[in-house]
């Protein structure tokens, strides 16, 4: 008899023997989890009133002495009774936290089983989503350690329904809206409505209340005094939207409710040093810890800031702004100072007093996404020099129209057409990248960007560290003159690459943090790496630190002029004069500075008269701290390299040619004037633009068969032999010369 024949006939013993199996295995599991639930120890509810003390976090300077800010040196809490707090923030608070509150039993098993899915899912078996009921909510802040373990969670769910046999509904309630945290020291509903509304717990509005039962959930990063407003506004509308799914509020309440702005009152926090860092570090310590952690762990933070730095540029950015406010309508300024070799934030002002409601001054301008106009135009340059071509490659400064969809010879930037002016609204004609970077012009900066590479180019500023440049297509070529949005925090990071010769340090805040024992959590250590060649960023350094070649922009005496120092610096503003920039650096420091009004009205006046003065006398402070250095000078090879690359928009090798020929072939004085006018003639019609010359995928490579194949081709040959003919007219008249010709002129 085979295996199948006897299963077959002894199936029904089998099943039996194996039902006996499971249920013996279900009963031991189960007195296994009886006996291990029986010895956990389970604080008496008894001692529900008894809070723990936190040790509270204590963020200092990079010296370690300075203290910053104490977590919790003012811990606010109100207790007040249920039946003064508004029934908005009791329905909000449900509606969003536990929507099923008043039918469970202190967990909710269906939470519990999709949060354990969600974790598991993501790798983390004790975090992410907790599906935690009010109640257990309850437990947790007023009586167990926050400890991420199955022991600690098993505590919570028994005391959950426990508690839920002794207490009614409401009173849990109303111990969580007194105990929750909203971010800082503010804990309770009735502290909550104080600080952010100034009214009682009992008079809170229906949008009101929605914002507050939203800030719970990440106190810090939902805080309504940080950098992530928008995704608090979602919050809210969210927490509108489960109330009416829940039916707490009417279709009229919500619509209201929804088209409602609020307003919050201005921040109050007390005891803080250098605010707008200490936030960041906060949300940043958020990030990796959590909020429980970082409020009861009694952490030790030293900090990369340094307070000196700190405090001359908190004043200097409070005194150049209120300047700014009367001359130019320059409401608020902000500044950052980095150390470029080991990526340490030194100093961090997001505007000109965190303590200001005129100037929103608790939103951090530093991280805020504005548009650099010319300040990104180094990168453009840089990716360009990274495929070959040079400080002194030749461009043409003619007006040019962009668009291929466009006549060659129209001025208008209409979609979609496109033809930027300089600032000045004057055209040079032939001119270097290093002039052209130098002085700021917009026209050689368009062309710039398009033999870089529009794809190429974000790419590049990616690996720089300006990261929020990500829709090339948006862009377009107006990337180049600012089209696109960074923050001031990024930008400093970035120059601070060519500071450090190509090599990229990565931010770093930190330096050490502490437990309560004195025990080392992280000591994050430098890290570098090198993004950009070396001599690149000496070529970048060194057009940016020339000061002959910014006079005609600048003047030879200018505020970005250091005699003695090497001292890189370049300006940027918007078209529409929103924004105004200076970023600059030596090999041993990076400064950033910014100005201009959250709101984003326009600013009167020249960017370089609103942004330098604060940036010239900070810098001059910090040099003043660090020891001379000096860029190392690039190495440039010009061998076999194309004319137009290395200088030469006439070629003067064709010229030597030419003088030579004559001198051999006449000694006739008529004839020999006759074939100089030729020979000029056939010099002068090679002049060309660089797309003639290059074939920008192979700048270094050979010349194009067929230049017109590209897009831009025409349209920027039409503006370079209308500059020839206003130049050198005479001298092309078609019965004195023949030679090379565009296909323009054919």
Not at 110 to 116: L, M, N, V
Not at 154 to 159: F, T, V, W
Request: proline content about 5%; hydrophobic content about 40%.
């Amino acid at each position: 008899m085979n295996i199948r024949s006897w299963f077959h006939k002894n199936w029904k013993e089998i099943a039996v023997d194996l039902l006996v199996f499971i249920l013996a295995a279900i009963i031991l599991v189960s007195a296994v989890v009886l006996i291990w639930i029986s010895t956990l120890e389970i604080p008496d509810l008894s001692a529900f009133e008894e809070r723990r003390v936190l040790q509270s976090t204590k963020i200092y300077d990079r010296t370690g002495e300075v203290l910053l800010y104490d977590l919790h040196q003012d811990v606010r809490r109100t207790i007040i009774p249920f039946e003064e707090m508004s029934r908005y923030i009791k329905n909000a608070t449900v509606a969003i936290e536990d929507d099923q509150f008043y039918n469970h039993i202190g967990i909710d098993v269906k939470a519990i089983i999709r949060a354990a899915v969600a974790n598991f899912q993501e790798g983390d078996l004790l975090g992410g989503q907790g599906g935690s009921t009010i109640t257990q909510q309850v437990i947790k802040n007023s009586i167990l350690d926050r400890d991420k373990n199955l022991s600690r969670k098993a505590k919570e769910a028994i005391l959950s329904i426990k508690l839920e046999r002794v207490m009614e509904k409401d009173e849990i309630l109303a111990v969580y809206l007194n105990e929750v945290p909203y971010g800082g020291t503010i804990y309770g509903i009735e502290e909550a409505s104080q600080a952010f509304f100034g009214k009682k717990a009992a008079e809170l509005t229906l949008p009101e209340a929605a914002y507050l039962a939203a800030i719970p959930q990440a106190p810090t990063y939902l805080s309504p005094y940080g950098s992530h407003r928008e995704d608090l506004d979602k919050r809210q509308q969210l927490v509108l939207d489960r109330m009416r799914l829940n039916g707490f509020i009417t279709i009229e309440e919500y619509e209201n409710a929804k088209s409602t702005t609020v307003e919050f009152q201005p921040q109050a926090v007390t005891g803080i040093r250098a605010p707008h860092f200490v936030m960041y570090v906060i949300e940043q310590l958020v990030k990796t810890y959590g909020e429980e952690v970082l409020t009861e762990q009694g952490f030790r933070v030293v900090t990369t800031l340094d307070w000196e730095l700190q405090k001359e540029a908190e004043r200097i950015v409070a005194e150049k702004a209120e300047i700014n406010t009367e001359r130019f309508n320059a409401s608020n300024a902000g500044l950052v100072a980095t150390d470029p070799k080991t990526g340490d934030l030194l100093v961090m002002v997001g505007s000109r007093d965190y303590f200001s409601d005129k100037v929103e001054g608790n939103f951090n301008i530093a991280l805020a996404d504005r548009q650099p106009g010319s300040a990104i135009k180094p990168f453009v340059y840089a990716n360009a020099f990274r495929k070959g071509y040079l400080p002194a490659t030749i461009l043409f400064d003619v007006p040019t129209q962009f668009s291929p969809q466009c006549e060659p010879w129209s001025r208008s930037s209409e979609s979609p057409c496109y033809a930027p002016n300089n600032h000045n609204n004057k055209f040079l004609g032939p001119i270097s990248m290093r002039n052209a970077l130098a002085q700021s012009l917009n026209i050689p900066a368009v062309k710039t960007l398009y033999l870089a590479g529009i794809k190429d180019t974000i790419k590049f500023a990616g690996d720089m560290g300006i990261s929020t440049l990500t829709d090339p297509d948006r862009y377009g070529l107006t990337l180049v003159l600012g089209g696109g949005e960074v923050r001031l925090l990024d930008m400093t990071y970035a120059y601070g690459v060519f500071a450090n010769g190509g090599v990229k340090a990565e931010p770093r805040y930190i330096l050490k943090i502490e437990d309560s024992r004195g025990t080392i959590i992280t000591e994050p250590e430098v890290k570098t790496n090198r993004v950009l060649e070396e001599n690149v960023a000496a070529m970048v350094s060194d057009v940016l630190s020339d000061n002959v070649a910014r006079t005609p922009l600048w003047g030879s005496n200018s505020q970005i002029n250091f005699p003695n120092r090497d001292v890189a610096a370049k300006s940027g503003s918007t078209n529409n004069f929103r924004d105004a920039w200076i970023m600059g650096y030596a090999p041993n420091i990076a400064v950033g500075a910014w100005c201009g009004n959250n709101n984003n009205d326009p600013m009167q006046g020249l960017s370089g008269l609103i942004t330098t003065p604060l940036w010239r006398e900070f810098i001059d402070i910090a040099l003043a701290k660090l020891p001379e250095e000096n860029f190392p000078e690039p190495q440039i090879n010009t061998q076999g390299v194309k004319p137009i690359i290395r200088g030469e928009y006439i070629d003067t090798n064709l010229l030597l040619e030419a003088m030579q020929n004559q001198t051999q072939t006449t000694t006739d004085k008529e004839s020999n004037n006759s074939d100089n006018k030729l020979d000029l003639a056939t010099l002068y019609g090679n002049i060309h633009s660089i797309l003639y010359f290059v074939n920008r995928e192979d700048p270094l490579g050979g010349y194009p068969a067929n230049p017109s194949l590209d897009p831009q081709y025409e349209n920027w040959e039409y503006g370079v032999q209308e500059w020839k003919k206003s130049t050198f007219g005479l001298l092309l008249e078609p019965e004195t010369g023949s030679g090379t010709t565009t296909s323009q002129e054919e």
